[in-house]
């Protein structure tokens, strides 16, 4: 038994030290030639550092340039304004468009209705999403030649064409907005009226959260009207069961095909799409 663990033991001894050589041998043979090797700047190299480089050589430059005094971005800067852009965009699409007043109106419809579900969240927004596209596409594209194709091209710095791209957003959002709203964000920014003389003087971070809290109060304007025909209906749908003395029977089970089909035969889409886009203008 003892002779068997001491030839295993020899064994296991001799793959070892086998597997060392291997390994010793592959290391040896892929070593880098020139490690034992001079090492020697070539002819070209040479005429590059002393600065008579040749002006036909096939190797490689390495340029490092300043930006400064130029006007243009460099495109990885670029490229990370465009990002930051990009993931701020929901919040931008929410604060500065018309998106909050339809996608809060179609939410007042949906639950006036009665249908918890139907339409869907996604068919509710991507008819919120397109609606806010049709409407802002002469604001965005006022923007777009205002400030950011002169930038683009060199004609505007940076501040100038920020604040000639931010000038038709706050005319639209100043056309949305009351003035009741703007003085409480001025007196919460701590802006004196006596400081304010127009409009323009007002900054966007006072324009932007009465834009955003008027849009609400108009949105819920709307829906208390939306709301009034659909309560009708469920009155007199309860007062007429419980005349039948079926009061066991939940109102809104029969209301609501009657709200469906009142919906349906007075064209409600067309109706509350079109007198929302006309409210913008």
Known sequence: ?????????????????????????????????????????????????????????????LNITSNAGSTHLESTLQILILLTILSLAPSILIMVTCFTRIIVVFHFLRTAIGTQTTPPNQVLVGLALFMTIAIMTPVFTQVYDDGVKPYTQGKLEQKDALDAGLAPLRKFMLGQTRDKDLKLFM????????????????????????????????????????????IVIDMVVASTLMSMGMMMLPPTTISLPFKILLFVLADGWNLIVDQLVRSFQ
């Open 187 to 230: 007196e919460i920014n701590g802006a004196s009226s006596d400081e304010i003389k127009d409009y323009d003087d007002l900054s966007i971070t006072t324009i932007i959260p009465a834009f955003i809290i008027s849009e609400l109060r108009t949105a819920f304007i709307i829906g208390f009207v939306i709301y009034l025909p659909f």
């Open 1 to 61: 038994m003892n002779q068997l663990k001491s030839s295993r033991f020899r064994k296991s001894i001799r793959k070892t030290i086998w597997m060392i050589a291997m390994f010793m041998i592959l290391f040896m043979i892929s070593a880098p030639a020139y490690s034992s090797a001079e090492r020697r700047v070539d002819q070209t190299t040479q005429d590059e550092i002393d600065g008579n480089a040749d002006a036909d050589d096939d190797t490689f430059d």
